[in-house]
């Protein structure tokens, strides 16, 4: 490409990409067309993939390419995770292949573990994208085979320690899929011929599935082979549903649920000690309330939750625990009570005294955050958290809490 574009794309690369196309104006198709998916591109992985936006010479693809790519941030987590598992079942790892390959992100992020990886796409575009990129990001032992992985492996005799894969999950229509049988490659029917040309598998998929029914379709008939599952969420955000599969000897599965730097490992088949569900005289100003992040909402695991840190639940639908201490390293948000009220009008007025704005959730409750807005006359906003719930008595309550305390 001209080094007179290179030059007007690290020149316009923080513009508005809604203003972009009255400045290029004067080039031809070709070259705006280039222009604005580089700058939008690196506009994207500013923000997802922040190292590889510091480099100039990188080249980015059309947008769905970098919607479905993962994030650097679990890339990273993915790295750590595979370098734990190999760890475990004592195997130096030394080759990989990624069957999906699509912007390289997790293949480039893993590379580092490997001395030979296969990156594997169907896409030309996207495999020159990537050999491109390999070079300017000084990923050694890439191997950019432009073929369907599927395909490939189904005709290869090459063993593998780890195979990655993360299905697209768009139709030919390209709306979004979910089922994992309606994702692009079916791994379910290949799944037999990719166990036999690897250690262990990896695989990225949707975080609107099902664990229960993506572990029960993927053991049945092959025996426990999912050894771990991970539920990856940034920012409170679900983002990815990673299963790893392995024949090879291990503990029972381990189901870990992550956000951010907050994490929290179980075994789905771990005896359940039992909770207790809070009454209104446990409920009292300086006790804690806790609400799981989104991780431990998609596991389910609620249960297991309360009885490892000792909580107890307002209900069995609230989804919300309270403990009489400060809990360290819950995984989720930590709230302390100041007041709790029910909806009698007097106590309302008592325990509403100085506050005129509140952010307020509901949960098991039969009012929406803006009815109940509505009814208690508050501003949105402000330092007050007002949680709406229904304990396991049936009675109705508000509990007024605070997170301006020293964490």
């Not at 994992?180 to 949707?206: A, F």
């Not at 639908?317 to 930590?334: A, C, D, M, Q, V």
């Amino acid at each position: 490409m001209d080094s007179s574009i290179q030059d007007f794309i690290l020149a316009h690369r923080t513009d508005d990409i809604a203003r972009l196309p009255l400045v290029t104006g004067s080039m031809s198709a070709e070259d705006r067309l280039y222009v604005m998916r580089q700058i939008k591109g690196w506009q994207t992985a500013r923000k997802k993939i922040p190292s590889w936006s510091r480099i100039g010479d990188l080249l980015y693809p059309q947008s769905l390419s970098l919607e479905q790519c993962s994030s650097e941030l679990t890339a990273l987590y993915k790295r750590h995770q595979v370098e734990l598992f190999f760890k475990s079942i004592g195997i130096t790892p030394t080759s990989m292949a990624d069957i999906t390959g699509g912007f390289g992100v997790d293949a480039f992020f893993l590379s580092p573990l490997f001395c030979s990886v296969d990156y594997i796409e169907r896409n030309g575009d996207l495999c020159d994208i990537a050999g491109h990129n390999s070079k300017c990001l000084n990923i050694t032992g890439l191997n950019v085979v432009c073929d369907d992985g599927i395909e490939y492996l189904t005709a290869s005799e090459q063993h593998y320690n780890l195979i990655f894969a993360d299905p697209a999950r768009r139709d030919e229509h390209g709306g979004r899929t979910y089922a994992i049988s309606d994702c692009t490659p079916d791994i379910l029917s290949s799944l037999d011929m990719l166990l036999s040309h690897c250690d262990v598998l990896m695989l990225k998929l949707s975080p609107m599935l099902d664990w229960h029914d993506v572990v029960s379709r993927i053991n049945t008939g092959r025996g426990n082979v999912v050894a771990e599952l991970h539920i990856v969420s940034v920012d409170n955000e679900c983002r990815e549903l990673l299963v790893v599969i392995t024949a090879h000897p291990k503990v029972p599965m381990r189901i870990f649920c992550v956000n951010n730097e907050q994490s929290f490992l179980f075994c789905p088949d771990e005896t359940d000690k039992g909770g207790f569900f809070v009454s209104k005289e446990d409920l009292v100003p300086g006790s804690w309330l806790h609400v799981p992040n989104s991780s431990i909402m998609k596991a389910g695991c609620f249960s297991i939750l309360s009885s490892h840190f000792e909580m107890g639940a307002f209900s069995a639908n609230s989804h919300l625990f309270l403990s009489s201490r400060k809990i360290e390293g819950f995984p989720g948000k930590t709230y302390l009570i100041d007041r709790i009220s029910s909806l009698n009008k007097k106590e309302l007025r008592k325990n509403l005294s100085g506050i005129d704005k509140a952010n307020i959730a509901v949960r098991n409750f039969p009012m929406t955050v803006a009815e109940l807005r509505n009814k208690l006359r508050l501003k949105d906003g402000g330092n007050t958290y007002v949680f709406a719930t229904t304990l396991s008595d049936g009675s109705r309550v508000l509990v007024i809490c605070r997170r301006d305390f020293t964490e």
